[in-house]
C-alpha cells in the first residue's frame, strides 16, 4: 500500500463547481504538502501545513484553500474551480525541514 | 527569493554519462536536493547536498559548489529506464524550509 494516497486519481469537472481533492498519510508525518505542476513550470507550492494547527499559504494559494483534518489527512478544495487550474496536483509529506519530500501519486484534473 | 535554473531537456544515449546542471539564487541556503519523476508519476528523492563536494549514490552522483551557487546530478552507464525529468530543489529558510523546485529536466536515453 501506498504510504502517500491522493484520491482520486483523475478528476474532470466544469467551471464554477466546487471540488476537493484528498491526501491521507501512514507515514506519521507531521508536515504535509500541496504542489501543482505544469507543464515547463516544474512543481509549485499550494499550501503546507507543519501540523494539525498549522497551514500556511505557497507560492501559488489563490483560489484554493486547505483543511488539515488530522495528522494524517490533509485536503485540498477548488471553491470555484476555472480552467487555468487544469493541472496535476501532488500532495507530499515531510518528517522536519530537513527530510526528503514523500509524494503520493498524484491527482490529475481537468476543468472545462 | 528563490529561484533555480536547470536545462529543459538533455538527450544522451544508453550506456553514456550525462550530467544536469542546476545554478540557485538564494537569500540562505540549507542544501540542493534532487529529485526524479517518470512520465507524470510521483516525483521521488535521489540525492541531497548540503556541503561542498559529490555525493555518490551507485550510478548516480551529485556534486554542491556553494561559492558558485552550482550543482549537478551526474547519471552514468545510463539505462533506458533512466529517462525521467530531474528536478533540482532548494529550501527557503524564510518560511519553515518549505522546497523549492526548479522548472525540471526532461532526460531522453536512446538505445
Known amino acids: 500500500d501506498a504510504d502517500v494516497t491522493q484520491t482520486p486519481r483523475n478528476r474532470i469537472t466544469k467551471t464554477g463547481k466546487r471540488i476537493m481533492l484528498e491526501c491521507s498519510q501512514t507515514?506519521?508525518?507531521?508536515?504535509m504538502y500541496w504542489y501543482r505542476q505544469d507543464p515547463g513550470l516544474g512543481l509549485r507550492l499550494i499550501y503546507y501545513?507543519?501540523?494539525?494547527?498549522?497551514?500556511n499559504k505557497g507560492e501559488i494559494s489563490d483560489g484554493y484553500s486547505v483543511s488539515r483534518q488530522a495528522q494524517a489527512k490533509f485536503s485540498l478544495s477548488l471553491e470555484s474551480a476555472i480552467p487555468n487550474q487544469t493541472a496535476l496536483y501532488f500532495c507530499?509529506?515531510?518528517?522536519?525541514?530537513?527530510?526528503?519530500?514523500?509524494f503520493g501519486n498524484g491527482t490529475r484534473l481537468t476543468v472545462t | 527569493g528563490q529561484s533555480l535554473e536547470q536545462p529543459s531537456e538533455v538527450t544522451a544515449v544508453e550506456g553514456a554519462i550525462v550530467q544536469i546542471n542546476c545554478t540557485y539564487q538564494t537569500s540562505g541556503f540549507y542544501g540542493l536536493s534532487w529529485y526524479q519523476q517518470h512520465d507524470g508519476g510521483a516525483p521521488t528523492f535521489l540525492s541531497y547536498n548540503g556541503l561542498d563536494g559529490l555525493e555518490e549514490t551507485g550510478r548516480f552522483s551529485s556534486f554542491l559548489s556553494r561559492s558558485d551557487s552550482y550543482g549537478y546530478l551526474l547519471l552514468q552507464e545510463l539505462q533506458m529506464k533512466d529517462s525521467a525529468s530531474y528536478f533540482c530543489a532548494v529550501r527557503d529558510p524564510n518560511q519553515g524550509g518549505k522546497l523549492i523546485f526548479g522548472q525540471g529536466t526532461e532526460l531522453s536515453v536512446k538505445p
Open positions: 507530499a509529506t515531510s518528517y522536519d525541514q530537513n527530510s526528503p519530500l514523500h
Open positions: 501545513s507543519f501540523d494539525v494547527k498549522d497551514i
Open positions: 507515514k506519521g508525518h507531521d508536515r
